[in-house]
């Protein structure tokens, strides 16, 4: 991490000396967890502070400090990465993860012309996790709530298909299957023979069922041994454009995503 150039600033009287003070020290404490991270078996303390540049006793006075609050610990004689920062280290990751999703579907998005959607089931509910969508092209507005009505919308119906008959069951005893509009499936046991029906290297593809003048087209996505699903939507009159989208999004959204190697942990 780039650190700024040291200056000595006057010293003055008063509470205005406190704030330089503290960015100070959490600049060398930054450094030193730093070169901390850097060594996967530990350093000791007085490695770590010619790596950031301190004085050996301030490095000490750090190291306890961020010792303390559990960001290192001390093992062996050295000192390594604590479970704190390995919390923020993770926190850092799913970030990470969750803008080069939200890359990848605004670019699929200017590609195909049609709103995008990432969703995934997670702890037995439907998750939207991002979509990307235009002016132009907008997505379909979540008049009813997507977690509660997946047997009525393509994620939903995607999703739930994934799942193994139990899991399928506990989520329609939980979110019952009930009509949105008069296009929409009525009846469980219909549900539950379309969605063991459906093929997995096909598209789900719902016509006016969740929303009138929608059509909406879904396809798996693999992830680990995660449930996950994207698709497409826009108006039912468009819907041989949609369905050559939500192909060309499957000939390809495997490979892009396998690069970026992100989970549904985001």
């Excluded at 000396?17 to 901390?36: D, F, K, M, W, Y």
């Excluded at 939507?233 to 454009?241: C, E, L």
Aim: aromatic share 4%; proline share 6%.
């Amino acid at each position: 991490m780039a650190t700024a150039p040291h200056t000595t600033a006057p010293h003055t009287a008063g509470p205005h000396t406190a704030a330089p003070t503290l960015i100070g020290s959490v600049q060398r404490a930054l450094r030193l967890l730093e070169a901390v991270s850097s060594h996967s078996g530990g350093a000791p303390a007085k490695q770590l502070a010619r790596e950031a540049g301190l004085p050996l006793p301030t490095a000490y006075h750090l190291l306890r400090t961020l010792a303390h609050d559990g960001y290192v610990r001390r093992e062996n004689g050295v000192f390594v990465p604590g479970a704190a920062a390995e919390r923020l280290a993770d926190r850092c990751a799913v970030r990470n993860r969750r803008a080069a999703l939200v890359e990848s579907l605004n670019s699929w998005r200017d590609a195909l012309g049609v709103p995008i959607y990432f969703a995934a089931y997670r702890e037995g509910e439907i998750e939207l996790v991002a979509v990307a969508d235009t002016p132009a092209a907008p997505a379909v507005e979540e008049w009813a709530d997507f977690r509660e009505t997946g047997h009525a919308h393509a994620l939903g119906q995607c999703l739930l298909s994934q799942l193994d008959e139990a899991s399928r069951r506990d989520h329609l005893d939980r979110h019952p299957v009930r009509p949105l509009t008069r296009y929409s499936v009525r009846d469980r046991c219909v549900l539950l023979r379309r969605l063991a029906a459906t093929e997995r290297i096909q598209p789900v593809v719902e016509r006016q069922e969740y929303a009138l003048g929608t059509v909406c087209a879904a396809i798996p996505i693999t992830v680990g041994s995660g449930v996950a699903a994207m698709a497409v939507s826009g108006p039912v009159h468009q819907q041989v454009r949609l369905l050559s989208a939500a192909k060309t999004l499957r000939s390809e959204a495997g490979a892009l995503l396998d690069s970026l190697a992100f989970s549904i942990s985001i």
